[in-house]
C-alpha cells in the first residue's frame, strides 16, 4: 500500500515524537508499504523516512524548490518528484497515495490534513486520512470539529471525515482494515 505521511519537519520537538516516526517508518518499512512523504529534512520527516527505508520500504518524495535551495532536500527517496509549488505537492502526495497518515506537527501539517479533508468533501478522493492523536496531541482539534458540528457548520452525518486514532497500534490496526479498490 501506499501511504502518504504528513508531520512535523521540526527537528527541536520532543524525542518521544521523534520515536514515533522512527516506528511508524519501521512498521511501513515490515509491511512493505511505501512510504510518500515530503522529500524534505528534519524532524519526524527524517526519522520516519530514514526508518521506513532501513526497513525496506520504497520511498517516494515530493518537493518543491523552496525547500530544495534552502538545502533540506532529503537523500533517502527511491523517487523523487521536483513540484513548484506546496499546493501541487499536497496534490502529487494525494495522488500518488491510498491513503493518508497525520502524525503531529504544525501549520503545514494541518494545512495538509485540511485539504485532504476537505478534496474528499467535494469528492476528488476518497481515501481515508488517519490522524494519530497521540497523547491527545489533536484534543483541540478534535473539540474545534464538535463545535463546528454543533453549530451545523459541519453536517451530522458528515460524508468525509478524519479518522482519528489515539494510539500508533490502533493506527496499524485501522490501517490493516483499508481495501483498496
Known amino acids: 500500500m501506499k501511504i502518504a ?3 512535523s519537519a521540526k527537528d527541536s520537538i ?3 515524537y ?8 519501521a512498521w511501513l ?3 512493505g508499504h511505501t512510504l510518500v512523504y515530503g522529500g524534505a529534512t528534519g524532524g519526524l520527516m527524517t526519522r520516519t523516512s530514514n526508518a521506513a527505508k532501513a526497513a525496506g520500504a520504497y520511498v517516494v518524495g ?4 523552496r525547500i530544495k535551495a534552502a538545502g533540506r532536500k532529503a537523500d533517502n527517496c527511491d523517487e523523487l518528484y521536483m513540484v513548484q509549488n506546496m499546493s501541487e505537492r499536497k496534490q502529487i502526495m494525494r495522488d500518488l497515495s491510498d491513503l493518508i497518515v497525520c502524525l503531529p ?3 503545514g501539517t494541518l494545512d495538509e490534513m485540511m485539504d485532504a479533508t476537505s478534496s474528499a468533501i467535494v469528492g476528488e478522493h476518497r481515501k481515508p486520512t488517519f490522524v494519530l492523536n497521540y497523547k491527545g496531541f489533536y484534543e483541540p482539534l478534535k473539540q474545534q470539529i464538535e ?3 454543533s453549530l451545523r457548520f459541519i453536517p451530522e452525518q458528515e460524508a468525509f471525515k478524519p479518522i482519528f ?3 500508533l497500534d490502533d493506527l496499524k490496526e485501522a490501517i490493516a482494515q483499508v481495501k483498496i479498490k
Not at 521523534?18 to 517508518?25: C, E, F, N, S
Not at 515530493?62 to 524548490?65: G, S
Open 165 to 167: 486514532v489515539d494510539s
Open 29 to 31: 518499512g515490515e509491511q
Open 62 to 65: 515530493v518537493i518543491p524548490p
Open 147 to 149: 463545535l463546528m458540528r
Open 18 to 25: 521523534l520515536a514515533l516516526g522512527d516506528a511508524l517508518g
Open 5 to 7: 505521511v504528513y508531520c
Open 14 to 16: 520532543p524525542e518521544e
Open 105 to 107: 506537527g504544525s501549520y
